[in-house]
């Protein structure tokens, strides 16, 4: 069961071939085996998986079924969860029990979803290969003394080994596309305001967006149209109706057009992940789209726009984190200062403290206008970039990342080769436009990702060519040998 | 050396709405601590902002209010600091692009000339919580309560146009009488729906160029602002009068203790690191929105005080004590327009009521006696039945709680003889009785007879057990007394 898709799995349990609780259990099952070699999960919720599932079952058998009842998924550990530990990767919340739903969480329930547990992920969300976790790095299901990416390398690598069918994910410059490019499963982020962030620990705001993780495409559509709603209770989601992402995966691509900036196919991408990419793009060729050659031409500027903008919002989102109110506070402060220093200090990790340093730097008097200011002005030129690129193709196409999954340190020591693993999939969220990322081959016995940028609130037309894809190759069902 | 004070006011106000500005939870005073600080208020993770429309409203009809610029696409900003009472380490207020832009409001003095203060612009802004470190809390340790956290504020920066205390005093009590009066504030000082941050430099009189201010923050009533700022005025001239400096700080004055000390220097001020919040979209007001508001704005004092003058014919001076206030405007409309007697009305509403309402800290909204009861009375007044002793009876039993006019003057026989028959009978019984009296009358020198008519008057009353009418009384006696010279 472990190795069908949603999609399989929502017929199965229709048709009363398995049981929502034979499948959770299943799957539970396999937490509690697999999991100590991957640590992807780092919260299970059996017994409340198990009465969901009853319930599911239930609801199942009367009929009145919702479109998810009964598939067991996990939540990244930044979605609040109503009495279960949310701890977003660090220390500071490592006792932290929300009294809330996060929109997506509620949607997912809504919708009859199981919550299995949640998902291992870089200290609030801050890195790329998931190894700034309190709770120790994940390991990449295909070569485990690699990365997984980050930072939804939990719910990217929990996938890949089949842990669960789908997980929520977060993308605040590349978090959800390059998790599922190295574990080689398929990840989507939707445009920002698509999808709530209500109850979603904020890194920075004005880029986080949440967006599903599965194997397929269709996986991700059927996932999408359960977590993507209007919300009230957050002013940056926008009041659109949902499409049914399902309704239009069986399209013809053909006559699409898509552009392929030559900006992502310069220095520093890996010769056999261009291949394989390359590869791709001829194979949806033959499939009757349209390659166009476009240019991107401030694309070299986002990494840095991006490390300017995230950790200036993320030094305001995270200075809540204080002491006082919840999560970590330090053992017998001597005054207001040192509780909130030490509280502050012994709370976040080092990656973390780095980027709540480097925004404070940035807004600070005499150097915002150099930094915040540039950075903004650096930003409408990267959508400007992009709405020129849209008038004249559907879609964008390129790597997902520079190249495939690397080992556990070979970054540590430097901060900006770490940045650089997003440069691909950073300016998507600058713009605020949707992203996706599929397999589309092997280097070195390690997934490739294919990442395809659509304009905005087009991920219809996103799911559908990768769908189309999925359709005539086979990289989305490969899994690591370890866990067939 | 003759020294100008320069000063300028930046007053919080409260904003009237049911809910706080960025949740639903009430903003109720003086409920138990932290029973009304939700989840966003108090900052949990993963809570976003929403904006409360009213808000927004309210801080729109203020700019109409003072015939100011409205920004129709104001910004949200994040001012960092940490503090225990400020949940999110940021306030979230507005900087670069506040919703209400110059205006300019007009006070009047003592002297009866007019003066027009320039407001620099009102921004709308949550509060923080309160930090508590009496009381009965452990260990030595310091309280929060988060119940203000999120109370919506319009922060109005004022320009340095104010020369003294008088016209800051005038200055804060107009925006009392505006934000009252549009209803966006319940002007409740004593509550911190009105607070007053008050900026003062002193200059040599004659010169332009701005002296070196310090800000005193946060007083809640007009007496401490008076002191606080005659207090700094005189220590800053004093300071540079003995060849120091007046250093930029902000300070606090203690109204209680009458102590007045430096908080922190300009040195330690922080870098609040301005930038627009993420959380919120540009506050979006169309010009249809704006005309709507304006259309439905309640009538400001200034057009009220004309408008009393007109309609009753109260002097200046009643019409703008009366207009400043508009609970007390809409009492006296009421009885005015049941008694119809507007000079009496106000004369009561002005004295009697305000002096009673006053002593017992009630507001005019809160008063025992209603208006229509007051109008009651003033009519019995008009018509004679009762004199206007006997009227202070009757307001201090309807203070009481003991029923209309007409009832108390009817259980207690207050009705005012103004029968003149009875009225004779009862001088002629008096002088009568007294002739000792009447001959002293008739023997004192004509100029001096006046004072003599007391004594008649006081027997003549207590006859008639204090219902005489007076002025017919003093009638009678006079034509009386006259035919016996």
């Known amino acids: 069961m472990h190795n069908y898709t949603i999609a399989k799995l929502i017929k199965g349990l229709q048709n009363k071939e398995f049981s929502s609780v034979e499948l959770t259990q299943h799957f539970l099952d396999r937490i509690s085996q697999l999991n100590d070699d991957y640590n992807a999960v780092i919260t299970v919720t059996s017994e409340q998986a198990l009465s969901a599932a009853a319930l599911a079952d239930q609801r199942l058998a009367n009929g009145d079924a919702p479109a998810m009842c009964g598939v067991p998924i996990l939540h990244k550990d930044i979605f609040c969860t109503n009495g279960v530990r949310t701890s977003c990767g660090s220390k500071m919340l490592d006792n932290f029990v929300p009294p809330y739903d996060a929109t997506v969480v509620e949607n997912f329930a809504r919708d009859g979803a199981v919550m299995l547990g949640k998902t291992n992920m870089d200290e609030f969300a801050m890195g790329s290969s998931n190894e700034t976790s309190f709770y120790g790095p994940v390991k990449n299901p295909w070569a485990t003394d690699s990365v997984p990416g980050g930072s939804s390398g939990g719910s990217a690598a929990a996938i890949a080994a089949r842990l669960a069918p789908g997980a929520t994910a977060t993308d605040t410059g590349g978090s959800i596309r390059q998790p599922a490019a190295l574990c080689g499963i398929s990840g989507l982020k939707p445009t920002y305001g698509r999808v709530s962030r209500w109850g979603m620990i904020a890194f920075a705001s004005s880029l986080d967006q949440a967006g599903p993780m599965a194997r397929t495409a269709e996986d991700c559509a059927i996932m999408l149209n359960c977590m993507a709603s209007f919300d009230e209770k957050d002013s940056t989601s926008v009041n659109q109706s949902v499409p049914d992402y399902t309704a239009s995966l069986g399209n013809s691509i053909k006559g699409l057009k898509i552009g392929i900036p030559k900006e992502y196919f310069s220095e520093g991408l890996d010769p056999g992940t261009e291949i394989a990419v390359r590869k791709a793009l001829a194979d949806l060729e033959a499939q009757g789209a349209q390659l166009v050659k476009i240019s991107l031409p401030n694309s070299h500027l986002s990494v840095p726009a991006y490390y300017v903008i995230a950790p200036a919002e993320a030094s305001a989102n995270l200075s809540r984190f204080d002491g006082v109110k919840y999560g970590y506070r330090c053992e017998n402060p001597k005054d207001l200062q040192d509780m909130y220093c030490r509280s502050r200090t012994e709370g976040f990790g080092e990656e973390v403290q780095r980027r709540i340093l480097i925004g404070t730097y940035c807004l600070s008097a005499g150097y915002y206008d150099a930094y915040y200011g540039k950075a903004q002005q650096v930003r409408q030129l990267i959508q400007q970039d992009f709405s020129d690129a849209f008038k004249s193709v559907d879609l964008i196409m390129g790597p997902t990342c520079p190249s495939p999954a690397f080992k556990f340190g070979a970054k540590g020591d430097d901060p900006v080769a770490m940045y650089l693993e997003d440069i691909y999939t950073i300016a998507t969220n600058l713009a605020g436009l949707p992203g996706m990322s599929v397999p589309c081959g092997m280097v070195e016995e390690k997934p490739v990702g294919l990442q395809i940028i659509g304009n905005y609130f087009d991920e219809a037309r996103m799911l559908n060519v990768a769908h189309q894809f999925q359709q005539i190759t086979n990289w989305h069902n490969q899994a690591p040998e370890a866990v067939q | ?485």
């Open chain 2, 1 to 485: 050396m003759n020294w100008e004070t320069v000063i300028g006011l930046e007053v919080h106000v409260q904003l009237a709405t049911k809910t706080k500005i960025f949740s639903a939870a009430s903003t109720s005073f003086g409920a138990t601590p932290n029973t009304q600080a939700c989840a966003i208020h108090l900052a949990m993770p993963g809570t976003l902002p929403v904006l409360n429309k009213q808000a927004v409203n309210y801080a729109i009809m203020f700019g109409l209010a003072i015939d100011a610029e409205i920004c129709q696409e104001s910004v949200f900003e994040r001012k960092n600091y940490f503090y225990p009472d400020l949940p999110k380490g940021y306030q979230t207020t507005q900087l670069e692009k506040p919703i209400v832009g110059r205006g300019s409001v007009t006070i009047q003095l003592a002297d009866g000339t007019e003066k027009a203060i320039g407001i620099h612009h009102a921004h709308l802004e949550e509060d923080a919580g309160k930090s508590t470190h009496e009381g009965d809390l452990p260990y030595g340790m310091s309280g929060v309560d988060l119940n203000r956290a999120g109370t919506p504020l319009i922060e109005i920066v004022s320009e340095p146009d104010m020369r003294s205390a008088e016209e800051a005093i005038a200055f804060a009590k107009k925006l009392h009488s505006i934000v009252t009066s549009i209803k966006i504030c319940d002007g409740e000082m004593s509550q911190g729906s009105m607070r007053f941050d008050v900026n003062v430099s002193v200059r040599p009189a004659g010169s332009s160029a701005l002296g070196t201010r310090t800000e005193t923050k946060n007083l809640n009533s007009y007496k401490f602002m008076e002191e606080a700022i005659e207090r700094e005025v005189e220590r800053q001239i004093d300071l540079i009068e003995d060849g120091g400096t007046v250093a930029q700080e902000t300070r606090l004055y203690n109204g209680d203790t009458k102590v007045a000390k430096s908080m922190r220097s300009k040195e330690e001020a922080n870098d609040y690191r301005y930038f627009p919040c993420p959380d919120l979209l540009p506050v979006l007001v169309s010009d249809e929105a704006i005309e709507e508001l304006r259309r439905a704005l309640p009538e400001l004092p200034d057009a009220r005080q004309k408008r009393f003058v007109s309609q009753y014919v109260l002097s200046d001076y009643d019409s703008e004590i009366i207009a400043s206030d508009s609970n007390m405007s809409a009492f006296f409309e009421t009885v005015a327009k049941d008694s119809s007697n507007a000079k009496l009305a106000a004369n009561w509403v002005m004295g009697e009521l305000s002096g009673a309402l006053n002593t017992a800290g009630l507001s005019f909204i809160e008063s025992p006696v209603t208006a229509q009861q007051l109008a009651g009375m003033v009519v019995r007044i008009s018509d004679n039945s009762i004199s206007g002793k006997m009227a202070k009876q009757v307001f201090e039993a309807m203070w009481q709680g003991e029923g209309n006019a007409d009832e108390i003057i009817q259980a207690k026989g207050l009705k005012q003889v103004s029968d003149s028959g009875a009225l004779e009978k009862i001088v002629a019984e008096v002088l009568d009785g007294n002739p000792a009296m009447v001959e002293d009358f008739i023997n004192t020198d004509e100029s001096k007879r006046k004072k003599k008519l007391g004594g008649f008057m006081g027997q003549i009353m207590k006859a008639s057990k204090g219902q005489a009418n007076p002025q017919q009384v003093n009638q009678i006696l006079l034509q009386k007394l006259n035919a016996l010279l």
